[in-house]
């Protein structure tokens, strides 16, 4: 019972967020899992004590076997464009300090016949307003 007392004093003691405290970045995808532009943004937490610098790595094999730094650098955030299908894998890690969790997003962009259909329509509109817009100024002319 007396080494119990001793614990608990010893425990109150100790501030709560020195036992919490974690160098870790918190690496977070702002952007949903599955992204249909092939754009993806990235934020990341990190204690007060971790300033940086910062360093980003991507791969398509969630091991890293072949990792691509994708940011370094002193912000805690960033935007990345121009992916092609696939799944993408990030950790973060401060400078001499351990990765964080890998985080993973899927790119699937929308299909090409989508795109063509839109574009189609698109057109179909433009001529049509553009028709309208020459009909209504013949129309005034005479």
């Not at 532009?37 to 072949?66: C, Y």
């Not at 307003?129 to 100024?137: A, D, E, H, N, Y």
Request: glycine share 6%.
């Amino acid at each position: 019972m007396f080494y119990l007392s001793i614990f608990f004093v010893l425990l109150s003691i100790v501030q709560p967020s020195k036992l919490a405290r974690s160098d870790i970045p918190d690496l977070q995808v702002i952007s949903t899992s599955e992204s249909r532009q092939g754009i993806i943004k990235l934020e990341w937490k990190a204690n007060a004590d971790v300033q940086g610098p910062f360093e980003l790595q991507q791969d398509l094999d969630p091991a890293f076997t072949s990792p691509v730094i994708v940011y370094s650098g002193y912000e805690k955030g960033t935007f990345i464009s121009g992916l092609p299908n696939g799944i993408y894998h990030y950790r973060l890690k401060a400078e001499n300090e351990n990765w964080s969790d890998t985080r993973s997003v899927e790119i699937k962009h929308y299909s090409l016949n989508l795109a063509l259909s839109l574009m189609a329509i698109g057109a179909i509109v433009f001529f049509i307003t553009l028709g309208l817009i020459w009909q209504s100024s013949k129309t005034k002319t005479e």
